[in-house]
């Protein structure tokens, strides 16, 4: 990394480094690595046959595909919202757009309990919108499709915020230059625009998916947690803790620990791989 | 490189200097954030000076979910009690959840000096780390069950499925509410009282009771992780057409939500609901707590306990207890759980643990 | 990257040129379809829990959120943000310096770990801690023996809430600190200024913005944590339980309306810092 980038200075003037480097190592250390840690540890005094076994009973892996379909389909929803609500918080000016701007934050205050509850209510069949599809036959809590919406509340934030900075620096020359040369505006959108985009929507897209992956607090109220149909890994986990068998526990934990270590090092590496090109062009 | 390896150097001495430090503090820390709370006895002694003879006491008790009514009052009354009989202050503080998850939360580490929970297996998991002695159940009469209770059917207004015993449980288009028995105690005494019914009614072929409560969970749209979740959603949400719940909580939703909503019917079988209560002897011995934290259990059996047992739903077991709530219990025939199921650690290993008759349920393509 | 900086709506965003902005009608649908997509996700369950809240009158609504264990609860929850915001920023200032400002080897993978925290479980987030310290787990037997309580006590729930949240402060200023680059710094230094002075007179106002914006989200956070303080905390009444919690009780007591009420109390907690920070931002920059 050090000699790819010819800008950056092999010595800095600068000082700090080895302070500020110490305390964040420490501190991840203390906080994060340790703690995390202590899982590895603990799977380590099954066999391998054993682990194996936990990890890919039937119920297990049924629950894998539940967490990981809901959080891919609640990030692909909030990808094409998301970059709307950014698209129209950044572009056009409306009156209380700055209430609407703050209420994009709300799903990282609001307790996830709070928000389970709250969405059950609203689409339980005899919710206020959950009765209006009931006749339609059309069933939200208590399917799939409300673990999707309870995953869509938790990452929208997530989308949102980082395409928002993005779209305000996206250079108005570009654009102009294509609409000289005649090009239409939705032809400019996805030759110009959606390029430019990409990097921040995969990253928006990765932090929602994997955020949905681990959503525990807000997906039991609404799931139903019938297994091999609404059964999510995390629940799992619960179960298991709940009948004293923290070596099951801690199976399932780590499977779930590596997934969203590998994705979230695919997102910096792809994120630190964009910005180079970007750097080269 | 000289470069990197003088940075890691840095990195590695502040890093170390840094964990020295905060280690320092931190059982600095830890220390002074026990006598804080500590020091809230202290404070709430002064506010009634007239007992110079004993200092207040705290005890926690840690329940299941159905009992914080229960304990709500007879907290207050054992509080008066104690201090009517030895002039000593005594605070209670509750702890509610789902059986299994108290349970594990006091074998982590929770200070309970008794614990009040729905099954005696998850007391009986207590032996293992050395909390409680494993003839506990033997400590109190009546296997250390203060009260008991059944497990009834909650079913909507008119009853217009016209549900009357398990077995009309699964005829078509019958939705049944129950949480789900590997998290909840409730679950399991439902699930075990339908085993029950069906090994009756088949002459006690296993199979066929296997096959009942297969088809009996195909008939369960959601499951929730504890029993007041289910009643949340049997009653609130209005899923399902029937809830199968403790009696207790049966009759504290008619109470809660209006007569007029549902109706209670009794199944022609059920099972004998033991809620066991136990002093954790490793906390009451560390915390010199064991006195008070008998006469609390020991209480519940008196006559002011009893009463407050019946008034919220449970089946006193002192006769002029039961005599007085005798209206609200319908009789039954009881299966019981040492008798029938020979005790809960051959039920609990052949029904709910991995791979028992209730995984077994939810294997894919059984 | 979970959201760099938004801070700033640029008012002229809207007065673009006609011919490279959308036909009107179009902007009016644009805007329908967002403001539909937001209601029915954000707005509707904010608006089903005041009116759950207020069910059953005012009355109500003002008892539960002033009874002791409410109270209680709110001092919990104050305190554990208390000592988690301020550690955190403190971690998030220090990463952001040495990610942002020099070139090391593992990079990625530093910023990876600092992310984790994002994307994993709260189950998991709570689970480690006893793991750690519980009665069975690696440190519980010897902080017994020291008569230390770190778990179903206020040390536990606030490392929990710290794990949670730790990310929130770093991630938002990173990617600034990266974008502003080391010139401005490195000229102050070769001016003879000395690590501090640069930090406080250049590189904070620079990243003041972003720093305030992480600060609240870490906050907010910190504040609303549900599940891994659940794992940890004991449930017990009056001591070890926060506003979540405490909602998650007075909801299976039945007490829906209260239990709402004291859900809107840690919304209006949130709303009020986010009104702070658009106050904040309103007077600057005038």
């Known amino acids: 990394m050090k000699g790819s980038k010819p800008k950056a200075k092999a010595k800095s003037v600068l000082p700090g480094f080895g302070i500020s480097m110490g305390f964040t190592i420490f501190y991840l250390c203390l906080i994060v690595i340790i703690p995390l840690s202590a899982v590895f540890i603990k799977t380590s005094g099954m066999t391998m046959v054993q682990f194996w076994e936990t990890i890919t009973n039937p119920r297990v892996l049924a629950s894998y595909r539940i967490s990981f379909l809901t959080a891919f389909a609640a990030a692909l929803i909030n990808v094409v919202f998301g970059l709307l609500v950014a698209w129209v918080l950044v572009r056009y000016n409306f009156p209380g757009k700055k209430l609407i701007d703050s209420l994009v934050d709300l799903p990282f205050a609001l307790p996830t309990a709070v928000a389970g509850i709250a969405l059950t209510a609203i689409y339980a069949p005899n919710g206020w919108i959950g009765s209006l599809l009931q006749p339609l036959g059309i069933k939200v809590a208590f399917t799939p499709l409300g673990i999707t919406i309870a995953l869509v509340f938790i990452g929208l934030p997530f989308v949102v915020r980082t395409v928002q900075p993005v779209l305000q620096d996206l250079e108005k020359d570009t654009e102009e230059a294509a609409v000289m040369l005649g090009a239409y505006r939705l032809r400019t959108f996805i030759k110009v625009i959606l390029p430019e985009l990409i990097p921040p929507l995969l990253t928006g897209f990765a932090m929602a998916f994997a955020r949905g992956l681990g959503e525990f607090g807000s997906v039991v109220f609404i799931s139903g947690n019938m297994p091999l149909k609404t059964e999510i890994a995390p629940l799992l986990i619960m179960t298991k803790l709940e009948q004293f068998d923290y070596m099951g526990a801690t199976a399932i934990a780590l499977v779930m620990l590596v997934i969203a270590f590998v994705m979230l090092l695919i997102i910096n590496v792809l994120q630190w791989w964009s910005g180079r090109r970007a750097i080269a062009g | 490189m000289k470069q990197t390896l003088m940075f890691s150097s840095r990195i590695l001495t502040v890093a170390l200097a840094l964990t020295l430090a905060l280690t320092g503090c931190g059982s600095g820390n830890g220390g002074g954030g026990t006598t804080g709370t500590s020091e809230g006895t202290p404070q709430q002694e002064k506010a009634t000076p007239q007992n110079e003879a004993k200092k207040p006491v705290k005890l926690l008790n840690v329940s299941y979910d159905p009992t914080r009514e229960l304990y709500d009052e007879y907290n207050k009354a054992f509080a008066a009690h104690w201090k009517a009989e030895t002039g000593q202050d005594v605070t209670i503080e509750q702890s509610h959840g789902g059986s299994g998850k108290q349970a594990r939360s006091v074998i982590d580490g929770l200070k309970a000096d008794v614990v009040t929970l729905a099954l005696g297996y998850d007391i009986d998991a207590l032996v293992g780390p050395g909390l409680l002695d494993s003839e506990w159940q033997k400590q109190f009469e009546h296997n250390s069950s203060p009260y008991t209770s059944t497990i009834v059917f909650l079913v909507r207004k008119g009853n217009p499925k016209n549900i009357l015993d398990w077995n009309d449980l699964i005829k078509d288009g019958v939705e049944v509410i129950t949480p789900n028995p590997k998290t909840s105690g409730g679950a399991r005494w439902n699930y075990l009282a339908a085993w029950g019914y069906a090994l009756k009614h088949n002459n006690n072929d296993e199979e066929k009771a296997k096959e009942f409560v297969k088809e009996l969970f195909k008939h369960v749209p959601v499951l929730d992780s504890g029993a007041r979740g289910s009643t949340t959603t049997f009653v609130e949400r209005k899923l399902g057409d029937v809830l199968l719940a403790w009696e207790n909580e049966a009759l504290l939703s008619l109470k809660e939500f209006g007569e007029g909503e549902f109706e209670i019917v009794t199944p022609s079988i059920s099972i004998l609901a033991e809620p066991p209560v136990a002093i954790v002897d490793k906390v009451v011995d560390g915390r010199e707590t064991r006195e008070v934290a008998e006469a609390y259990l020991q209480y519940l059996y008196s006559e002011e306990g009893q009463d407050i047992a019946g008034k919220h739903f449970y089946r006193p077991i002192l006769p002029a207890a039961a005599e007085k709530y005798k209206s609200q219990f319908k009789e039954v025939e009881l299966l019981q759980i040492d008798k029938d199921f020979q005790g809960w650690k051959a039920a609990q290993e052949k029904h709910f643990n991995d791979g028992g008759t209730f995984d077994q349920i939810y294997t894919p393509g059984s | ?286």
Not at chain 3, 79 to 87: E, K, Q, S
Not at chain 3, 194 to 211: D, M, S
């Open chain 3, 1 to 286: 990257m979970a959201g760099t900086v938004t801070a700033h709506l640029d008012h002229k965003a809207a007065q673009r040129p006609q011919h490279i902005n959308e036909s009107g009608p179009m902007r009016i649908i644009l805007i329908a379809i967002a403001l539909l997509f937001l209601t029915l996700v954000v707005v509707l369950p904010l608006v089903t829990i005041f009116i759950e809240a207020f069910k059953k009158g005012v009355d109500v609504y003002v008892a539960s959120i002033t009874e002791p264990y409410a109270l209680s609860a709110l001092r919990l929850t104050l305190l554990t943000a208390v000592v988690a915001v301020p550690l955190n920023t403190l971690f998030g200032v220090a990463a952001a310096w040495a990610i942002a400002k020099f070139q090391f080897r593992g990079k990625n993978i530093l910023i990876t770990l600092i992310d984790l925290p994002f994307a994993i479980s709260p189950v998991i987030a709570g689970l480690i801690f006893v793991l750690l310290f519980g009665a069975q787990g690696f440190l519980g037997p010897w902080l017994d023996q020291q008569g230390i309580q770190i778990i179903f006590a206020l040390p536990g729930i606030v490392l929990a809430t710290i794990f949670v949240t730790f990310p929130f402060v770093a991630r938002e200023i990173i990617p600034l600190m990266q974008a502003q680059g080391t010139q401005e710094e490195e000229a102050a230094a070769s001016l003879g200024a000395r690590g501090w002075q640069i930090f406080w007179r250049i590189t904070l106002p620079n990243i003041k913005w972003g720093l305030l914006y992480g600060i609240i989200l870490c906050n907010a956070r910190a504040m609303g944590e549900f599940g891994a303080v659940s794992v940890v905390s004991g449930h017990i009444r009056g001591q070890t339980n926060t506003l979540p919690l405490h909602v998650e009780i007075l909801y299976n007591e039945y007490q829906f309306a209260a239990s709402f009420a004291v859900a809107s109390l840690l919304l209006l907690l949130a709303v009020l810092t986010l009104v702070a920070k658009a106050v904040i931002e309103w007077k600057s920059e005038k």
